[in-house]
């Protein structure tokens, strides 16, 4: 059955929350990434995304791709989540732009099809393209499904990220669920005094009205949260009650991520 323009709105935030349950869950779960400390898990993981940008060998790079699939096994991170919510949509937007390279970069022809020629050095880049996108997206996600949002953050905070780039991040993540759930309930109320069906044209104006009133609201409901914020206190850092601690586990993952991005390094070269 064909949805129409308000039933795919509701489809599309059911699932927003739905993704981000899913994250929640699977931080909380025992696994591999979950036993680190998160400053361990920010700086192993962003040394391996460093480790797919500096190398320039396909066969490197793939062997990053299996490293991260086996650390979200030993995460208990799905394999379906991965295929479904990374590598399909990071493969669908990264060939517009690695198919060309497959035509228009100079080498030895592989195959012709009339004025159009595939060459061997032209599906090395396309390839590596690809693969340099989906490893690095991969280790992020791994990143965000495997650490609270907070943590992230708190985190970061540690490496001296500026206080300011860590409050709008924490104020952003939280505000998007808010105005997800209010956008829900607008569009739910809209329909339950809606009689009859709506043509199309009537249900994106109805949906374009709503985006302004969320609109009008979302800026009158940040100035209402600054001065609240303020008034409690608030002078630009975010406190964090969650107190890390490094054991022996998290030096020996630490060593572990940082010589396994140093040897891709090397061997990429």
Not at 56 to 73: P, Q
Not at 152 to 173: S, Y
Not at 223 to 249: H, K
Request: with cysteine; charged share 20%; net charge positive.
């Amino acid at each position: 059955m064909k949805r129409g323009f308000l039933e795919s709105t509701f489809v599309g935030f059911a699932r927003v929350v739905t993704r981000a349950m899913i994250s929640e869950e699977t931080a909380r779960r025992r696994g591999l990434l979950q036993a680190l400390d998160p400053r361990v898990r920010v700086v192993g993981l962003f040394s391996l995304v460093l480790a797919v940008t500096l190398s320039r060998k396909i066969s490197v790079v793939v062997a990053l791709l299996t490293v991260a699939v086996a650390i979200a096994i030993l995460s208990r991170v799905s394999l379906f989540v991965l295929v479904k919510r990374v590598w399909l949509v990071v493969l669908g937007f990264t060939a517009v732009i690695a198919v060309p390279a497959i035509f228009v970069t100079p080498g030895d022809p592989v195959a012709t099809f009339g004025f159009l020629t595939i060459t061997e050095q032209g599906l090395r880049t396309a390839a590596m393209l690809i693969l340099r996108v989906e490893t690095a997206v991969t280790f992020t996600t791994l990143l965000i499904l495997c650490t609270p949002w907070t943590h992230v953050l708190k985190a970061l905070r540690a490496f001296r990220l500026p206080k300011e780039a860590i409050a709008m991040l924490a104020m952003t993540h939280r505000y998007v669920f808010l105005l997800v759930e209010t956008a829900s309930q607008m569009l739910e109320s809209r329909r339950s005094r809606t009689v009859g069906i709506l043509k199309p044209a009537a249900q994106r104006r109805m949906a374009a009205r709503t985006a302004g009133v969320l609109l009008s609201k979302s800026i009158e409901l940040s100035n209402e949260v600054y001065l609240a914020m303020q008034s409690r206190g608030f002078r630009g850092d975010i406190q964090i009650l969650s107190d890390f601690r490094l054991d022996a586990w998290d030096y020996l993952g630490l060593t572990a991520f940082l010589l396994a991005g140093g040897l891709a390094v090397w061997m990429g070269r």
